[in-house]
């Protein structure tokens, strides 16, 4: 019953930061999933793949995994970097723009 403490990463539909400053502690699956054969639905027997626990930092994810026995490993964050570029399409609506925006 290993489970991952992890930073989750920005959605590719979101253009901020939101969701991305909690840590998760997710249980990594036991058992394999399997096809329902009459239905084509996904089943597993593994009931801890469905717990998500969301946490401030991450000390506190680390001090609950160990309050309770839980094996864990920590995956560290990949930090973005800004991407900042001189007359980039912010420059548009600058307050100190010498010239009218025009198309």
Excluded at 69 to 97: L, S
Aim: aromatic share 12%; charged share 20%.
């Amino acid at each position: 019953m290993l489970a991952k403490i992890y930073q989750p990463a920005k959605s590719a539909m979101q253009s901020g930061q939101g969701k991305t400053k909690t840590w998760v502690l997710e249980f990594v699956p036991a058992s394999a999933r399997w096809i329902d054969p009459l239905m084509g639905w996904t089943g597993s027997g593994d009931m801890n793949s469905q717990v998500t626990l969301r946490f401030p930092t991450r000390e506190e994810a680390v001090e609950y995994a160990q309050r309770y026995g839980i094996p864990f490993e920590i995956m560290e964050p990949k930090k973005r970097t800004p991407v900042v570029r001189q007359n980039g399409y912010g420059d548009n609506f600058a307050f100190n723009r010498r010239t009218a925006w025009t198309h």
